[in-house]
């Protein structure tokens, strides 16, 4: 039949059936649904028309000639689609369940236990045909295996099949078990067969084999479940129960970079990133080509591709696309005027060259030069201006390979102005080729220049005090290296309080002098005369770049080391750093604190230690690391505990015996103009008490008052917060 032949027969029926002709719709009907092109949305649009007419008979009719037919014609999935979309239509009839059933039993015989399905459904007197077919639909939807969600429990459930006896559907929840009637059904939804939650507790085996060979579906399956976003320390405890913490780090190590690849996973820089599930997916070469698209600068987008290139090597196409568009960019930004920048030019010649010597066949060799394109730059600035190590490193080389005879002069010059980690890949390539004059060179201008070097001469003294390059470094006086480089130190903390970019190498000169054991340190002091120690001191105690705690270590390492530097002229008792006044009842306190900290806490911490090394490579190891940090701080603050308790002396009244304010005193004052009168005690750190007028004999307020007597006048504060007391008693305060 023609298309415009069924048009016209649909037309017809519907005309038929608007009209009420109910016998002549009927002979028509038989000759439309035995025609294998009239199709289910016609005969739909037909019944719809009928029902309209609120006439059940011949409904009931045309549906059991539809569904008779066609299921004995090889149609029953249309004829199960007709019933299905109909149902609400459908008169109650026995005679049109008894059919329905003989329907769904051929559309659906491989259903687990559709009969006793249709039993429960169709087969009860009670519950409307249009009712019963909803909930049989609903449960020949739910084949054993499949999840399912009762709002009624907190865990998803897995069916676990019929039970023909009950006529029930049995299902798992776990500990318990559950049988769901056509009534009880209602309430029930089908799961997610990725739902993450239901896997672990029903397909454990499933999520195994993921982790072995699909590591970034198991990934994803976390996050559709518990995210879309989370964090690392989450992300790992959802996936204990698949991953247990004695696997993780040999596991994570291999399956980072293989969910960094995923299209449907973000994750962020760092040991312990963040996870984000996407929206839509993204190819990784589609995101690597974005990320090169929007880099804020030439030194980045050179960093980016270097770092691309160390991941391909998985899909060799879509990488060739990729590492193309690389190319072509950066030959247009050669092209387009970037010789304006010649560190810009360096460094894309360098990439491009490493490109091409990584993928020939993608990258050509480039056609021009540096000197080329940057006559008149010059090459030492060019190179010093580089803060990335890798792609340092990649300029480097570039230039030994395209200035084979220069390039020992030009990273002798240019050492002084780098980072950290440039001079050392400068010194490493002129040690190796056999330049220690021109090393010690470097070494000798970085020495007489480090203001202005202060980030070489950093590199300069970890290398020096570390006996690196010894033949160059020979003539160096380590001394007077290390206090010139505390000096610099020193204006590197004060400008990176502006400059964040400063921030990192502040933390790198913290890590070196504030190593345990005194670190280079030692060496130096123990190779020192009392002058010079003098002079390592004054370049600690205000050093900008250190904290107070460095501060504090260095100064006591060079104090055991040089005591007779310390020997001081009889002092008043409140500027004796080498006791502390307190109360016994303070003193008690502290020394509880020692106690819990040396019994409790420090155990705690290495029992912590050794659980987090169990888990396997600890290079990757976030717990093993911060553990580590952990015992550091612990055994730092009980050493400080330990020397201060050490140097503790108990208060008696006869030391505030005398008519001025020291240690101990009780101060009776009044405040000038308006003659508040307070009384101030001034005890240990470990008495104070700020709302009780008590003050550590060492805070500024305290010291303010030191040595003052009855009549005197004691100003404390700066401008508007200036005040002034007039000392009316002094006694003992105990």
Not at 322 to 349: I, K, M, N, W
Not at 522 to 530: C, G, Q
Not at 687 to 703: C, G, M, Q, T
Request: negative net charge.
């Amino acid at each position: 039949m023609t298309q415009e032949s069924h048009d016209e027969q649909v037309t017809a029926l519907l005309a038929l059936a608007t009209a009420g002709q109910f016998d002549d719709l009927e002979a028509a009907w038989m000759g439309a649904v035995e025609d294998q092109t009239f199709a289910a949305d016609a005969a739909l649009a037909i019944l719809q028309a009928v029902a309209e007419r609120e006439t059940p008979k011949p409904l009931e009719s045309l549906v059991w000639l539809l569904v008779s037919t066609w299921t004995e014609g090889g149609r029953s999935a249309e004829a199960r689609a007709v019933v299905r979309r109909a149902a609400g239509l459908l008169p109650p009839s026995n005679v049109l369940r008894e059919e329905i059933a003989g329907l769904y039993r051929q559309a659906c015989g491989d259903a687990d236990g559709i009969g006793t399905l249709i039993d429960m459904t169709l087969g009860r007197d009670g519950l409307p045909l249009a009712t019963a077919l909803a909930r049989l639909e609903k449960l020949v939807a739910l084949p054993p295996g499949a999840f399912i969600v009762d709002p009624r429990r907190r865990h998803p459930g897995c069916v676990l099949g019929v039970d023909p006896q009950r006529k029930v559907l049995k299902v798992s929840f776990g500990e318990s078990e559950r049988g769901y009637d056509a009534v009880s059904i209602e309430n029930v939804e089908a799961g997610d067969p990725e739902d993450f939650r239901a896997l672990v507790a029903f397909g454990p085996e499933r999520l195994a084999d993921l982790a072995s060979d699909d590591v970034p579906e198991l990934a994803r399956l976390v996050l559709k479940a518990c995210g879309p976003e989370m964090k690392f320390r989450d992300f790992k405890a959802a996936l204990e129960p698949v991953i247990p913490a004695k696997a993780w780090s040999k596991w994570w190590s291999k399956a980072r970079d293989r969910v960094r690849r995923s299209p449907y996973i973000e994750v962020s820089g760092g040991t312990q990133p963040t996870f984000t599930l996407r929206a839509r997916a993204k190819s990784f070469e589609d995101r690597a080509r974005e990320t090169f698209d929007e880099a804020g600068s030439s030194a980045a987008r050179l960093a980016f591709v270097l770092a691309y290139l160390g991941e391909t090597g998985h899909h060799p196409d879509p990488e060739a696309q990729v590492l193309a568009h690389f190319a072509a960019s950066l030959a247009r930004r050669l092209d387009a005027g970037a010789q304006a920048d010649p560190a810009e030019v360096l460094g894309t010649l360098a990439v491009l060259a490493e490109m091409h010597r990584r993928h020939p066949d993608v990258v050509g060799r480039a056609e021009t030069d540096f000197r080329t394109l940057a006559p008149e730059a010059d090459l030492v600035t060019a190179i010093a201006s580089f803060r990335d190590a890798a792609l340092a490193r990649c300029v480097l080389s570039y230039v030994r390979e395209t200035a084979p005879d220069a390039w020992p002069q030009t990273f002798a010059e240019a050492l002084p102005a780098c980072q950290p980690d440039v001079c050392a890949s400068l010194a490493a390539a002129l040690s190796e080729a056999g330049h220690d004059d021109m090393l010690a060179q470097a070494a000798s201008e970085i020495m007489r220049r480090p203001d202005e070097c202060r980030a070489a001469i950093f590199w300069l003294w970890t290398a020096a005090t570390a006996d690196r390059f010894g033949r160059a470094f020979a003539d160096i006086d380590r001394t007077s290296l290390t206090i010139r480089f505390l000096l610099a130190a020193d204006k590197i903390g004060q400008d990176a309080r502006d400059d964040r970019g400063l921030r990192l190498l502040v933390a790198d000169i913290r890590s070196a002098v504030g190593a345990r054991g005194g670190g280079p340190l030692r060496a130096v002091l123990e190779a020192s005369d009392d002058a010079q120690a003098k002079d390592i001191r004054a370049a600690v105690e205000r050093n900008r770049a250190l904290t107070d705690a460095i501060r504090s270590r260095v100064l006591d390492l060079v104090r055991k080391i040089h005591p007779s530097h310390f020997a001081m002229p009889t002092v008043e008792l409140w500027e004796d750093e080498d006791v502390i006044y307190t109360t016994a009842v303070a003193l008690g306190r502290q020394e509880e604190a020692y106690g819990a900290l040396v019994t409790v806490q420090i155990p705690a911490n290495a029992q912590a230690i050794g659980d987090a090394a169990e888990l396997g490579d600890v290079s990757d190891n976030a717990e093993f690391m911060a553990a580590l940090e952990e015992r550091d701080r612990l055994a730092e603050r009980a050493a400080r505990m330990q020397a201060d308790i050490g140097k503790a002396k108990i208060l008696m009244a006869s030391l505030a015996a005398g008519d001025t304010v020291t240690v101990g005193s009780a101060v009776r004052a009044r405040r000038l103009p308006d003659g508040e009168e307070r009384t101030f005690r001034f005890f240990g750190p470990w008495d104070s008490d700020i709302e009780n007028h008590i003050y550590f004999y060492r805070a500024p307020l305290s010291l303010a008052f030191m040595g003052k007597k009855a009549g005197d006048v004691v100003t404390y504060g700066e401008r508007a917060n200036e005040q002034q007391w007039e000392i009316l008693e002094v006694g003992p305060g105990l």
